[in-house]
């Protein structure tokens, strides 16, 4: 039951487009942006020099240089975008993209290795043929997502000795927040975890690294820890179901965000306003357009004024401390202007 409902989920992230309308295969960049847009996560800004086939403005052409900065891609100059994509690749960029280990260990001659951990697919499956179709990418890619949902882990806890300290993402570790340390999921990952023992789930966000104690697989806070398991049990055992990037996803619920995305015609935020966020999660806005965010109007009903111009390539970010509807004024160089609004709620403890 589990497996078919993940499998349903899978679909509807997925791209079911041209993907399936080829017959006897399916493309490198059709196939590698299935895979992506399964870990819910947008590209970030890079200055990686993009493959010389795959420009940026084309389909899929910021995730591609994205991932080939980040060394998910092995492919240096040339991408083939059009080319069959094989199954020795689909498997390695499924287990990368899903960070299951450190990149230099995910390697075409680790292959063998890694599919006797995850066996994903078929044993007698041919790796180096194509893969059939995006039906068969889907299969394997819900496969290997049940696999990651029911491996367990041990999981342990950091608190005061940490508390007020920089994390490896930028941030001040604060012991009273959702928050965890992976060696591998990329910052700002939600990450939902599970106790084997008691049952009691706790969504976190990944904002340092560690734990580095053989055995380990993720350290929590000490509020995530308690969430789940006693402080006074120190250690647990749980599962992991990624949901994908904060900016995305609600901290709250893990349910995927809606956005308010345009000001005018011409003028688009890349994700844009949500319509509902936790408080505490933050807010960004940019555009390849310059705009104003002239004021933010507070569920307390203070007009907060900003005036800040957002040029391309800036951005603006905002995060709500309370609860509540906050109403954001935005417009653009001409004088237009739009409100839009975004409720903001506190996580049930």
Known sequence: MFMRRFACFLVLLLLPLSAFSQAGGISRRDGFLMIWEGIRRDPDPTNEPPFR????EELGGEEITY??????????????????????????WLLRTRNVADLDEMTADSLTTLLQHYPFIEQERDVLLPVSSGEELLTMAA???????EEVHEVSLYSE???????ACGESFDMHALTAAHRTFPCN???KVTSAESGQSV???INDRGPYVDGRDMDLSLEAFTRIAPRSQGIAQATFQRLGDSALIDACDGVLRRYQKRITREVRFDRGVPHGI???SPMTLRSIRPFVVRSVLHPDGFQERIEDWVNPGEIFTYTPPTSGL???KVGTVDGRAREMTMDAWECAR
């Not at 080939?68 to 199954?87: H, N, Q, S, T």
């Not at 496969?143 to 949902?149: M, Q, R, T």
């Not at 000795?161 to 994390?167: A, D, E, N, V």
């Open 53 to 56: 086939d795959v420009p940026e």
């Open 67 to 92: 991932a080939k900065a980040r060394g998910i891609l092995d492919d240096e100059e040339m991408f083939y975008p059009d080319e069959p994509l094989v199954v020795a690749d689909a498997v390695l």
């Open 143 to 149: 496969a290997l997502d049940v696999l990651l949902a």
């Open 161 to 167: 000795k940490f508390h007020g300290k920089g994390t």
């Open 189 to 191: 990952t939600l990450v």
């Open 203 to 205: 969504i976190v966000r």
């Open 278 to 280: 936790s408080v505490g």
């Open 326 to 328: 906050y109403v954001f």
